[in-house]
């Protein structure tokens, strides 16, 4: 078996620059400009921490042809040109006055002007990340008009390559051996926090680079808030714990969650944790290249039906996953996307099946060229008693 490396070839960069400039004769732009941390990263491999800071803003431009170009804050020219990217424009950044505006216009302004149309991804799932007023001044700069490319560039990120697909099934693999940890620490007494910690803590010393998302609920005999957790909530005896997590490897994410019960459990609570672990047996037999999104949303929620779900007011039942926690589609009742070979989904059925008790499972899969692989090691098909 071949060792996992961190990064990508070159040529995996050259065919995601090439796939884009495809589309982008399709839609007839002459560039398109991008300013998120997972755009960049998609188009250059440029991997860094200091995207938590939000004062500097960062551009690369992919033109028509050729390879893409980095409009950057000086601090980061060196990272940058350890990348696969040649032409690297820096300036002093902060600087409120022009923050690397002029520069980014200068550079679109050079480019040939075929169409006079520039790709930026305004709408679905996107946003800028640079000031409003930046945004409308570059517009200004610019003798071209602006068109939304979100959807195309979702549409490109969806296909993950088998070195992508590996980062995921890598996580994934740290993240179950996190999971599996939790029966031999976690007892009554203890806190959400103090569990999801020592969770956190196995993962990384797994392998996992950081545990940026690890939620929690709890409550007797059931959960319904999950968001806000973890909280400083001592577990008793007869309480049921969720924990839902989203670890990274290489800049890949995992997403998925487990339940348990401490003590006992009622048989309505076990009911439902079974037909959430059902759910995702349908979920994933509907995976195929081919369908759709809705059609995985279907299988799961009718089996959650037929066992007496209350309602959902999730709004879906899974998503896309990768180099974020979240990504395009989603498994609803008309998102309706076909699913393709390459396509990394996760399978999150979430049912009401009683007042303030709502029951949540979730995996990760990978569409294949004849169905689905599971990315995760399954949760048990009954709910685990923590004595």
């Not at 995992?254 to 995702?280: C, H, I, L, P, V």
């Not at 309706?336 to 709502?358: H, I, W």
């Amino acid at each position: 078996m071949n060792k996992l490396t961190r990064g990508f070839t070159q040529k995996e960069f050259e065919t995601r620059t090439e796939n884009a400039q495809k589309m982008m004769h399709k839609r007839k732009l002459d560039a398109m400009i991008f300013t998120t941390e997972p755009n960049v990263r998609y188009f250059t491999g440029f991997l860094s921490q200091f995207w938590r800071s939000p004062t500097r803003p960062w551009f690369v431009v992919v033109p028509a042809a050729g390879k893409p170009i980095a409009i950057i804050p000086k601090i980061g020219a060196t990272g940058m040109a350890e990348t696969w990217i040649e032409d690297i424009y820096t300036w002093a950044s902060p600087q409120p006055e022009d923050d690397g505006i002029s520069l980014l216009a200068n550079t679109l302004n050079t480019l040939p002007r075929k169409h006079g149309r520039i790709g930026a991804t305004l709408g679905i799932e996107s946003h800028l990340r640079m000031p409003i007023n930046n945004y409308a001044l570059l517009t200004s700069m610019i003798s071209s008009d602006f068109v939304d490319v979100s959807l195309d560039v979702h549409t490109l990120r969806q296909i993950k390559s088998e070195a992508e697909i590996a980062k995921t099934r890598e996580i994934c693999r740290i993240t179950n051996a996190g999971f599996d940890k939790i029966p031999t620490y976690a007892k009554v007494g203890m806190t959400e926090r103090e569990i999801c910690k020592q969770f956190s803590i196995d993962m990384m010393r797994e392998g996992a680079d950081e545990t940026p998302f690890v939620i929690a609920g709890s409550g007797p005999d059931g959960y319904y808030e999950i968001l806000m957790g973890p909280t400083d909530r001592v577990i008793d005896s007869g309480d049921v714990l969720l924990i839902d997590t989203g670890a990274v490897w290489d800049g890949y994410f995992s997403d998925f969650d487990r339940n348990w019960a401490f003590g006992r459990a009622s048989e309505q609570t076990k009911a439902a944790y079974r037909a959430t672990y059902e759910a995702t047996t349908k979920g994933f037999e509907a995976a195929r290249p081919g369908a759709t999104t809705t059609d995985i949303y279907n299988a799961m929620w009718n089996v959650l039906e037929a066992n007496g779900a209350l309602g959902s007011d999730i709004g879906r039942l899974g998503h896309g996953l990768g180099m974020e926690l979240t990504e395009r589609p989603s498994h609803t009742a008309t998102d309706n996307t076909v699913l393709l070979p390459g396509m990394v989904l996760t399978l999150e059925p979430g049912m009401t099946y009683a007042l303030d008790k709502m029951m949540l499972h979730e995996e990760n899969i990978v569409i294949t060229e004849d169905g689905a692989e599971w990315l995760t090691e399954r949760a048990e098909p009954e709910l685990i008693i923590i004595d």
